[in-house]
């Protein structure tokens, strides 16, 4: 049986990398774990973040990930789903 399990919720700022700038950026972050019965499979994250809706569709332009560095260290790429900030997590969040 295939279930879905959400095992972190990040919140914070940070910055998101555009092709010629930094915008600093408050942003929320849903990691969840995907079980096939008992056996983990690749987690998942999505989340969204303020940026104005004319830098999402700026940096939707390229359909490519973006950098987001979190104000912690760590940081992600990320790419966008829609001009309202909504994105998903595209590898490990470092």
């Given amino acids: 049986m295939k279930r879905v399990r959400q095992t972190e919720t ?6 998101v990398q555009l092709r010629d700038r930094y915008v600093p950026v408050n942003f929320r972050i849903n990691v969840f774990q995907h079980f096939d019965d008992d056996l983990p499979l690749l987690p998942e994250a999505r989340g ?18 973006v950098e987001l560095q979190m104000g912690d260290g760590r940081k992600a790429m990320i790419l966008f789903e829609d001009t309202e900030g909504n994105f998903r997590v595209t590898g490990p969040i470092v």
């Fill in 10 to 15: 990040i919140l914070g700022s940070g910055r």
């Fill in 48 to 65: 969204g973040l303020n940026l104005p809706y004319g830098d999402v569709a700026y940096a939707m332009m390229d359909q490519k990930p």
